[in-house]
């Protein structure tokens, strides 16, 4: 995801996102951001980064729940809000899905 940074239309979504990985990031919202259409954004999207537009925000997402996970001790209610996850159960379903391991795992087997 982060290859979107070398992109001068992308650059600013991709800093949106990690300023504001909780926010409601619709591909409207986001190609609005970008100063393309809704089908040019999400064409660019996946030809600068291999992503769609729903992907680029998860793996952005992702990163920071790792980042989350290693460099504090906040509960998994917490880092779930500031993901935009309506619960822990729902953000320890999508770790799950893209780390292949619970949050509590992944925070007990890589936390420094």
Known sequence: PLAAL????LRSVVIAIIDEPGADWSVEHLA?????SVSA?????????GLTPK????????????ML???SQLPLDL???QLGYQSATA??????????LSPA????????
Do not use: M, W
Not at 105 to 112: E, V
């Open 6 to 9: 070398n992109d001068r239309q």
């Open 32 to 36: 609005e951001l970008a100063y393309l």
């Open 41 to 49: 954004f999400a064409e660019r999207c996946l030809k600068k980064t």
């Open 55 to 66: 992907k680029l925000v998860d793996q952005l997402r992702l990163q920071r729940a790792r």
């Open 69 to 71: 996970l290693n460099g």
């Open 79 to 81: 880092i779930a809000e």
């Open 91 to 100: 953000f320890s379903r999508f770790f799950k899905k893209y780390a292949g």
């Open 105 to 112: 795992d992944y925070r007990q087997n890589y936390h420094p």
